[in-house]
């Protein structure tokens, strides 16, 4: 299984930024994928999920909540995070992940992940 994080840059704060990752080599146990966060000094946070295990279903850490928008694309092997409103709290980097079971704001419950892409967002 292979996830590759993509779309991360420079913006200003009220900006917006789409963060597309690509996944390959999902397996069965896979029924999602998630976007975690890890800003400098600071642990890896839960941002948001898309499951599609029977139907679709998506999960945001409150901090985003009306900002950040995930959904999948039509080739199914893309997951996108719009994000929109952008805080100079939201700078960190964005890491990918396939999520198989458990609570999604929990890392454990995401077994392979990308390398990451930097957002920084500027006051």
């Known amino acids: 299984v292979q996830l590759q994080a993509c779309g991360g840059g420079l913006v200003q704060a009220g900006g917006s930024l789409r963060l597309s990752c690509a996944a390959s080599?999902?397996?069965?146990?896979?029924?999602?994928v998630g976007w975690f966060r890890q800003a400098p000094g600071k642990e890896r946070e839960f941002v948001a999920t898309?499951?599609?295990?029977?139907?679709?279903?998506?999960w945001y850490a409150d901090s985003v909540k009306g900002r950040f928008t995930i959904s999948r694309g039509n080739a199914k092997n893309t997951v996108y995070l719009q994000m929109n409103s952008l805080k100079p709290d939201d700078t960190a980097v964005y890491y990918c992940?396939?999520?198989?079971?458990?609570?999604?704001?929990?890392?454990?419950?995401?077994?392979?992940w990308g390398q990451g892409t930097q957002v920084t967002v500027s006051s």
């Open positions: 992940a396939s999520y198989d079971s458990g609570f999604v704001s929990y890392i454990g419950s995401y077994k392979n």
């Open positions: 080599g999902l397996t069965t146990s896979s029924v999602g």
């Open positions: 898309i499951s599609w295990w029977r139907d679709v279903t998506t």
